[in-house]
């Protein structure tokens, strides 16, 4: 795990973001109907604002200490990234191309969200306790945005 520090982990969350973003513009220019257009829309400018915020939170991170030198916690982290949905942006938006239907694309979509919810709860015990509300907000972002992707998935006649 060495060369592996809390830093990166923040820096994966941002890539995270990323390669959510490469999956929604390309869901966009496949989408079948206009609501998913819609929805994948909505969720790619999100995904843009959740990076820009990972963006500045490296700028001036002030990590808690008890996590800062855990190789054993670290390499969890790394797991836990590493297991993600998408691991770079261009496999994300290949996979999107690979999908057959847009109910494909928001059931793909719903398990990132939940990978991603999974991985900031975890991040929140790296960072200090002043920037654990900004992670407890993007997760709650993200939970609605899962709640999004169940309407729209009702709505296009697929089920969750």
């Known amino acids: 795990m060495s060369g592996y520090s809390a830093v990166e982990v923040v820096d994966i969350a941002k890539q995270i973001e990323k390669c959510g973003e490469a999956f929604y513009r390309e869901a966009i220019n496949n989408a079948r109907s206009p609501k998913a257009e819609e929805i994948f829309s909505f969720l790619r400018k999100e995904e843009i604002r959740h990076a820009r915020v990972f963006e500045e939170m490296l700028g001036d991170l002030k990590l808690n200490s008890e996590w800062r030198d855990d190789p ?38 719903m398990s990132f969200e939940r990978d ?15 920037d654990r509300g ?4 993007l997760i709650a972002e993200e939970q609605s945005h899962i709640q999004t992707l169940r309407e729209l998935l009702a709505e296009i ?3 969750d």
Do not use: W
């Open 72 to 109: 054993q916690y670290l390499g969890y982290m790394r797991s836990l990234a590493e297991k993600r949905v998408f691991p770079n942006p261009d496999a994300a938006a290949e996979l999107c191309r690979s999908l057959g239907s847009d109910v494909e694309a928001v059931k793909h979509a």
């Open 116 to 130: 991603t919810i999974t991985y900031f709860q975890d991040l929140k015990k790296l960072i200090s306790s002043e």
């Open 134 to 137: 900004i992670i407890e907000q």
């Open 157 to 159: 006649g697929g089920d």
